[in-house]
């Protein structure tokens, strides 16, 4: 490592301070500046409103991490390219494809790294199940990613509102993994979407993919689960049985467990950044964000009961 990269941080909310704040005081490739957030403040850096403001006072920083929600990471993302900075997306990268694109390009004009986090590809099991899925004949994939809304986003507003995908903010957080392990590209052929009345973005979602030889992916996304969460991708090939549960924490082989290490999501986000940082590298795959698109596009609509927080 070269130099502590000077660091800014943006949108100071439930993520910021559960995994960011933590993974970065931990890391010595970063320091903490300044943060900036409308409404809240971090202890002992300098504290904006806004990221205008904090890039205007803050010219050393090297890199700004951005975790407001995705309806505003567009103009965020492009004031701190135009910056200078190193750029740090939390996942969705975006509310829509074509902006991520359009920052890709401001990196690449700006020589600085862009790098869309997809945190779940981090979780432990991600990467012992690429490797051992790498040789093996995918027969079908079934996932299931259910959670209680209310108990995971108790008063969000944004997450119902365009842009804010509904259930497809933990969805894409499964889609995230089955596209990192799987070893073949996978294609949406029908959706169902099931939007409350008073929503704009859908509480359940049931979507239907192959993969390019056939073999079915299904994979079921809903927000009206029990206290206990269901997050859990089962890949049946011509040999085994591969299973992912706890969003990625544990992996069973044919049943028998297999020790895949303790959980460092975001440590190891922020070590994958400060590397791509290094060597002058992007790291930005919208594959995620496109199968949701898909389903956004190919989606069969039903409408549910209003949703009351
Ligand atoms: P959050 O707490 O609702 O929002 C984060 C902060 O962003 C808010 O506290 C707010 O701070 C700022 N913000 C909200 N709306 C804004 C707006 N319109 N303009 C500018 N700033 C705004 O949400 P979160 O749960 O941290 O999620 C943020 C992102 O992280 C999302 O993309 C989510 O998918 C991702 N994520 C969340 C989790 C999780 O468990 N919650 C896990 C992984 C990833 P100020 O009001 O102070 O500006």
């Known amino acids: 490592m070269s130099h502590t990269l000077k660091l800014g941080l943006v949108g100071i909310g439930k993520i910021a301070r559960d995994q960011h704040l933590p993974a970065i005081a931990a890391d010595a490739g970063f320091e903490l500046v300044a943060c900036a957030s409308r409404h809240a403040e971090v202890e002992g850096v300098h504290n904006y409103s806004t990221i205008e403001e ?17 309806q505003v990471r567009f103009a965020q993302a492009r004031a701190a390219l135009e910056a200078g900075k190193h750029v740090m997306l939390e996942k969705p990268p975006g509310a829509s494809l074509h ?7 401001l990196a690449r004009k700006a020589r600085r790294t862009l790098f869309a986090s997809w945190h779940s590809r981090h979780a432990p099991a991600v990467e012992p199940a690429r490797a051992w899925l790498a040789s093996r004949e995918i027969q079908a994939v079934v996932v299931n990613w259910k959670e209680d809304v209310r108990k995971w986003h108790p008063g969000q507003k944004w997450i119902w509102q365009p842009g804010g995908l509904g259930v497809f903010d933990p ?7 089955v ?4 070893p073949r590209e996978i294609v949406l052929n029908a959706a169902t979407l099931h939007f409350p009345s008073n929503t704009q973005t859908p509480i359940a979602a049931s979507l239907v993919f192959a993969d390019e030889h056939g073999a079915p992916v299904r994979a079921e996304f809903d927000w009206r689960y029990g206290a206990t969460e269901q997050w859990q991708i089962a890949v049946t090939t011509n040999v085994s049985r591969l299973r992912i ?5 544990t992996l069973e082989i044919d049943g028998k467990p297999v020790d895949v290490g303790p959980e460092r999501e975001y440590p190891s986000l922020y ?5 791509l940082i290094e060597r002058g590298e992007e790291d930005v795959d919208v594959r995620p964000l496109r199968h949701v698109a898909d389903a956004f596009l190919l989606g069969t609509r039903r409408e549910v009961e209003p949703f009351v927080d």
């Open 54 to 70: 904090m890039l205007a006072h803050e010219p050393h920083l090297d890199a700004v991490s951005l975790c407001a929600p995705p």
């Open 271 to 275: 070590a994958h950044w400060r590397q």
């Open 99 to 105: 902006e991520i694109e359009v920052l890709r390009q």
């Open 171 to 177: 969805g894409i957080n499964a889609l995230s993994i």
């Open 245 to 249: 549960d706890a969003g990625g924490k």
């Open 179 to 182: 596209t990192r392990i799987l």
